[in-house]
């Protein structure tokens, strides 16, 4: 749930995006051979849709947000899931990991090779998801390239200097890569805006719920103070050189603090609170489960496949 809080009455302008969806072609008569792509038809008004099909390999399979995954990419229209890997829970199907109603008769592996092989000798088209850890991510997406897959990498912990290290190779390769701090899509846009908000306020704070202590400032809020600063604004001048621990963490160089409360059974969410001359303009996002990250994932998965690069941040593609 996002919600956009505001003291004062205003007007909200808002763009509505067209999500694109998976690339068709339509024909009356069969498109030239493709040997390269599985193919799935149906029948319409104006003849025969053929929609590609995308196989999706998802790394860290047993992770809860790799269990959502396996579930969200079988429903998915022109994807189909081609593997699953990881160290756990190995030889158990994918389906029945996930909580599918049918096995998906997709054993759990730990041998990414074998399974990026089996694709390549279908010379299908394919992507990678990467749910991994920072040390694996940069031999994952190599791996991936050598046998012709581009790769989505969703580990928030990842280091900047792999991810400079991974664009100068998929430049040199020529393979396409996502790399994001989050898939979120309420979260990228609770982001954008408030960069833009940022140029007409002096003072922000940022007040974010968590159920676990793990990883405080969490990495959106870290991701905000890093957007909105070196924007040529300098926040809360009033006490930006205030040491007590009440007034929450500065992150950045710009004055830009963040308050983090841990309670047990809350909700996950993050408020962005700006305040200029009788007014109060807050921003907030609420996540409930991981859910929220599977429409981030299907149109990141989409996507990269047209990608010859490494780009950074979901936003690219919205």
Request: one cysteine or more; hydrophobic letters at 40%; a negative charge.
């Amino acid at each position: 749930m996002a919600t956009l809080c505001h003291s004062a009455h205003t007007r909200t302008f808002g763009k509505i995006g067209r999500r694109n969806a998976a690339k068709v072609l339509c024909s009356t008569q069969m498109p030239p051979s493709q040997s390269t792509i599985k193919v799935l038809t149906a029948t319409s008004s104006e003849g025969k849709i053929w929609w590609y099909i995308e196989k999706v390999v998802i790394i860290g399979a047993t992770k809860e947000i790799g269990r959502t995954a396996i579930a969200a990419v079988s429903k998915a229209r022109g994807m189909e899931l081609a593997g699953a890997i990881d160290s756990q829970c190995i030889g158990l199907d994918a389906g029945e990991i996930s909580g599918m109603e049918e096995a998906l008769e997709i054993p759990v592996l730990n041998d990414l090779t074998m399974v990026l092989g089996s694709i390549a000798q279908t010379r299908a088209t394919g992507v990678v998801v990467d749910f991994s850890e920072p040390s694996t991510v940069y031999d994952n997406v190599k791996q991936a390239a050598a046998f012709g897959l581009n790769s989505v990498v969703y580990v928030p912990k990842i280091e900047l200097d792999t991810v400079t290290e991974l664009s100068a190779f998929c430049e040199k390769a020529s393979m396409g890569c996502l790399v994001t701090p989050t898939l979120s899509i309420g979260s990228v846009l609770l982001q954008q805006a408030a960069i833009q908000a940022s140029f007409h306020y002096n003072n922000v704070e940022i007040v974010e719920s968590r159920p676990n202590p793990s990883d405080l400032p969490s990495q959106d809020a870290i991701q905000i103070a890093n957007n909105i600063t070196d924007l040529g604004q300098i926040y809360n001048r009033e006490d930006m050189d205030s040491d007590n621990p009440a007034r929450g963490q500065i992150l950045g160089e710009d004055g830009v603090r963040v308050h983090s409360m841990v309670l047990p059974g809350l909700a996950s969410s993050t408020s962005i609170h700006f305040s200029g001359p009788g007014e109060i303009y807050t921003l907030r996002h609420d996540v409930t489960n991981v859910q929220c990250l599977m429409p981030g994932l299907i149109l990141a998965i989409r996507k990269v496949i047209r990608l010859k690069n490494l780009i950074y941040g979901l936003e690219k593609f919205l």
